[in-house]
């Protein structure tokens, strides 16, 4: 599970690449980059970063941000996780 995993989709309003770096000490870091397509042309691309803990529960890795915020994610391969409850698909970066 260690290592880098993205996943690039688009969401209605524009395009989303979410890069999540996995370290084998229990941290991630996370960056969310919004291309906009629409409305938002002024300021077309947006970042975010988040960075937190992670841990694997049976086929189910689970993320919790710096706020608290918990993601879930299902082991679909060792080259692939899928967030529960979306159809977004990550893969090794």
């Given at each position: 599970?260690?290592?880098c995993?993205?996943?690039?989709?688009?969401?209605?309003?524009?395009?989303?690449?979410?890069?999540?770096?996995?370290?084998?000490?229990?941290?991630f870091?996370?960056?969310?980059?919004?291309?906009?397509?629409?409305?938002?042309?002024?300021?077309p691309?947006?970042?975010?970063?988040?960075?937190?803990?992670?841990?694997?529960?049976?086929?189910?890795?689970?993320?919790?941000?710096?706020?608290?915020?918990?993601?879930?994610?299902?082991?679909?391969?060792?080259?692939?996780?899928?967030?529960?409850?979306?159809?977004?698909?990550?893969?090794?970066?």
């Open positions: 599970m260690v290592g995993w993205r996943s690039t989709w688009n969401d209605g309003n524009g395009n989303v690449t979410i890069t999540i770096q996995l370290n084998s000490d229990g941290q870091q996370q960056e969310n980059i919004l291309i906009d397509v629409g409305a938002n042309l002024m300021n691309i947006r970042r975010f970063n988040y960075s937190g803990t992670w841990i694997l529960d049976g086929n189910y890795l689970i993320k919790r941000d710096e706020n608290g915020s918990r993601s879930t994610y299902e082991l679909i391969s060792p080259y692939q996780m899928q967030l529960v409850g979306s159809s977004v698909v990550y893969g090794r970066c």
